[in-house]
């Protein structure tokens, strides 16, 4: 679902007004100098949602190619799920800035994600980074999680603070740590390897199924 398809409650802010009240390269820790590192050129809008935002049930966000203008999405205030999110974007790199804390049941940030937490995140179970060149995530208060399960490394993943959970790598190559994640994940995810295990785990959590081992 588009960013506009999960909120309407999103407020349009002039580019220069944004730009100085929501800096992305801060937010990114400085990881994104410019914006046009992002769109090859100035967003076309920043929407800020004023206050935080709770949403009951799953969140499964993203942009397409073509579906929306270059935008920079700001909630100035915390993001709470009741329930499993996921951050996919294709082709487009669309920011999404969280100013206070994001709290979700699961979070897996996907493809060319870009999230920016200025508070802490926390995980009740498995957070999964499957990152492009392009994709991010980038917390800058406290982080916990029941595990964190990274199945590419070519984005960037920052923690300015050590997150708390236990780390599993799992790459196409033989790698010492995926004995590990099978050991900590519920039984079955990587039985066919790491081509469908994030949509395997989205699945699950949808279906409301245990994403780790007791």
Not at 96 to 109: E, I, R
Not at 178 to 200: Q, R, T, Y
Request: net charge negative; with cysteine; hydrophobic share 40%.
């Amino acid at each position: 679902m588009s960013f506009e398809q999960w909120s309407t409650r999103w407020e349009s802010v002039s580019l220069p007004e944004a730009a100085e009240r929501y800096d992305i390269g801060e937010a990114s820790d400085n990881q994104v100098e410019d914006l046009e590192d992002l769109f090859g050129d100035e967003p076309e809008r920043y929407f800020v949602h004023h206050g935080d935002l709770t949403i009951d049930g799953p969140l499964s966000i993203g942009n397409d190619p073509g579906l929306a203008p270059d935008t920079v999405y700001v909630i100035d205030g915390d993001l709470t799920v009741n329930g499993p999110m996921r951050f996919v974007n294709a082709d487009v790199y669309t920011p999404l800035y969280v100013t206070g804390s994001v709290t979700a049941q699961h979070l897996l940030c996907l493809m060319d994600s870009n999230l920016f937490i200025g508070g802490s995140l926390t995980v009740g179970g498995l957070l999964t980074t499957e990152l492009s060149d392009m994709g991010m995530l980038v917390v800058h208060g406290a982080a916990t999680a029941g595990a964190w399960l990274e199945t590419w490394d070519r984005g960037e993943v920052t923690f300015v603070d050590e997150l708390k959970a236990r780390r599993l790598r799992v790459s196409d190559g033989d790698d010492a740590d995926a004995d590990d994640a099978v050991d900590i994940l519920s039984p079955g995810f990587l039985d066919g390897g790491i081509d469908n295990v994030s949509e395997e785990l989205w699945k699950a959590a949808l279906e409301g199924r245990p994403l780790l081992r007791p």
